[in-house]
């Protein structure tokens, strides 16, 4: 038995192998192009285990995939393979249209393909998982409903728009070809091995390097934070027991402003690594300019996968968050490892205002 997993070099998806893996005799084919945001140093604890077999491709490249399938035969394939940061993708959407739509499209094409030759059994007990976002229902008033998942689209960036792009690709191919697909939509994930751009391990590492805390705005904006971990095992609750053609939203039930966020952090941080000059790390917080198009609010109505499949996260915000914040503290040598030249250029492109 087997599964492909595209993307599983990244933040869930390193997360995502190591947890099936430390569970399940069955092999996992790891395909990741390792762009900035793939890291081979998050699935160390899997050198020598051959139940992992890393291919450094494109899930672009339908010839490569294509050969893996018919190679290995997996059960399933997962598809984790994006550009996730909407800050890239506000200063340069190529990459993100490229790697959310075409090259999801190219995978489709060789899963549709591979899926059709399969004996009928095997063709029913197949599934393509595609990993999504809320950020695909756009942004939400103060008091308006949760995201449920007949929430209309609305996505406001351009990531956002090419997630969008890439779930209808994936609807379109149940209902035309009836490729078995499953979509979950989920919200801000946090926890080990999140690269540092993304605003929690942001806050953490430049807190650390007394450096300034950027809060764009006004900070009020709200985001509905999970356990990387609790996304790993409704991904493979709907693996399990989804029914095909679904999709399920994913959250934590926990809507935090980012001042919250970054507030709490600083709190663990002046607990468990606290400043040699007594200040707290809250007075490095520096407001700057806003995002563009920047959503105002994320809530994810989780109601349907918790009733149908029973999933429900094991982390609060306040265990999630202090379990991270103690990772980053005993993984500095994987944060300086991923702090690359080529990271410090983002960081003064990005802040430089
Ligand atoms: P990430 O940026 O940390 O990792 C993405 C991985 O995909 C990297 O390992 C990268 O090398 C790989 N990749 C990029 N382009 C590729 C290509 N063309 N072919 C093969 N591999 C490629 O992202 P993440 O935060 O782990 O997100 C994983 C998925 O989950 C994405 O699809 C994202 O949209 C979705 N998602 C993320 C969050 C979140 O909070 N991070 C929340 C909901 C959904
Ligand atoms: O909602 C799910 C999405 O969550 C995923 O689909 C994306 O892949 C993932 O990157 C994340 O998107 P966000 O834009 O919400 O995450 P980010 O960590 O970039 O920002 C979280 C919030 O914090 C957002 O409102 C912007 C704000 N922020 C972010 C950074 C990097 C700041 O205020 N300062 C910062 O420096």
């Given at each position: ?174 209902q035309t070809y009836g490729v078995p697909v499953l979509t979950t939509n989920c ?167």
């Amino acid at each position: 038995m087997s599964i492909l997993v595209t993307g599983g070099a990244g933040f869930i998806g390193s997360n995502f192998v190591l947890d099936w893996l430390a569970d399940r005799d069955e092999r996992v084919i790891n395909v990741d192009k390792l762009t900035y945001a793939g890291n081979l140093e998050n699935l160390a604890a899997l050198d020598g285990d051959g139940r992992h077999v890393f291919v450094h491709g494109d899930i672009g490249d339908t010839a490569l995939i294509s050969r893996l399938l018919t190679e290995h035969q997996p059960w399933a394939v997962v598809n984790f393979a994006a550009e996730s940061h909407v800050d890239r993708s506000i200063q340069g959407p190529d990459d993100f249209i490229q790697t959310n739509i075409v090259g999801t499209f190219r995978l489709l094409e060789a899963v549709r393909a591979y899926w059709s030759g399969l004996p009928k059994q095997e063709r029913e007990t197949f599934r393509f998982l595609h990993i999504s976002t809320d950020e695909v229902y756009g942004s939400l008033a103060a008091d308006a409903p949760a995201f449920r998942e007949d929430t209309r689209y609305e996505p406001n960036s351009p990531y956002s728009a090419s997630k969008a792009a890439s779930d209808h690709l994936v609807r379109a191919y149940r209902q035309t070809y009836g490729v078995p697909v499953l979509t979950t939509n989920c919200s801000n994930n946090y926890g080990p091995f999140q690269f540092p751009e993304k605003l929690i391990p942001l806050v953490i590492h430049n807190a650390l390097a007394g450096k300034a805390l950027p809060v764009y705005g006004d900070g009020l904006q709200i985001r509905d934070w999970l356990y990387v971990k609790d996304h790993c095992s409704a991904i493979r609750r709907v693996l399990e027991a989804g029914a095909v053609g679904e999709t399920y939203n994913v959250g934590g039930r926990s809507e935090q402003t980012n001042l919250d966020v970054v507030s709490t952090v600083c709190e663990l941080l002046d607990e468990l690594s606290p400043r040699r000059d007594g200040e707290s790390y809250a007075s490095l917080i520096t407001y700057v300019a806003d995002r563009p198009g920047h959503d105002r609010r994320y809530a994810i109505d989780a109601g349907k996968i918790e009733r149908e499949l029973g999933w429900q996260p094991q982390e609060t915000f306040a265990s999630g968050i202090r379990q991270t914040v103690q990772w980053y503290l005993a993984h500095r040598e994987w944060v300086a490892n991923v702090t690359s030249g080529a990271y410090r250029d983002w960081i003064v492109r990005q802040y430089a205002s």
